[in-house]
């Protein structure tokens, strides 16, 4: 199974929205995915199989040294095989080349093995207030 992945790569808004509602199990969604992240991100990877998005993942940021990882996806044929590590690996790379000082990522306790053992995040506390 090759993957490439692609900085600020290209994407269908239809195909983000198909993985996006498989991987956070809710309806299929009409979001403006592309104007989204032109406007509020410093990149995103794409993960492509063959021409197809396999995965994806949004990289937010204040415009200065910290960075949010947002909406990491995989397909779910895709899933534990390393893409979405590859996704955060090369997000990782481009948000350390763009100046950033920090990568933040909030997760549910399930995916702490992913974050932290496969990603190599460390776990720190967090606050949030629910909107």
Same mark, same amino acid.
């Not at 239809?14 to 509602?21: E, F, K, Q, S």
């Not at 895709?78 to 590590?85: E, F, K």
């Given at each position: 199974m090759t993957i490439t992945y692609t900085w600020r790569g290209d994407f269908d808004n239809?195909?983000?929205? !198909?993985?996006?509602?498989q991987g956070f199990d809710h309806p299929v969604l009409d979001i403006d995915w592309l104007a989204q992240v032109r406007r509020h991100?410093?990149?995103?990877? %794409?993960?492509?199989?063959? #021409?197809?998005?396999?995965?994806?993942?949004?990289? !937010?940021?204040? #415009?200065? +040294?910290? /960075?949010? +990882?947002?909406?990491?996806? +995989? /397909?779910? !044929?895709?899933?534990?095989? #390393?893409?979405?590590? #590859?996704?955060v690996a090369e997000a990782v790379l481009r948000a350390r080349a763009a100046g950033c000082e920090w990568l933040h990522v909030d997760f549910d306790d399930g995916l702490a093995p992913f974050y932290v053992e496969? %990603?190599?995040?460390?776990?720190?506390?967090?606050?949030? +207030?629910?909107?």
């Open positions: 239809a195909d983000v929205n !198909a993985l996006h509602a991100s410093l990149g995103w990877v %794409c993960a492509h199989r063959d #021409g197809d998005l396999v995965g994806f993942v949004n990289i !937010a940021w204040d #415009g200065g +040294v910290h /960075a949010f +990882v947002l909406d990491t996806v +995989v /397909a779910a !044929a895709h899933r534990r095989r #390393g893409v979405g590590a #590859g996704l496969s %990603c190599g995040f460390t776990p720190t506390p967090a606050g949030l +207030v629910a909107l």
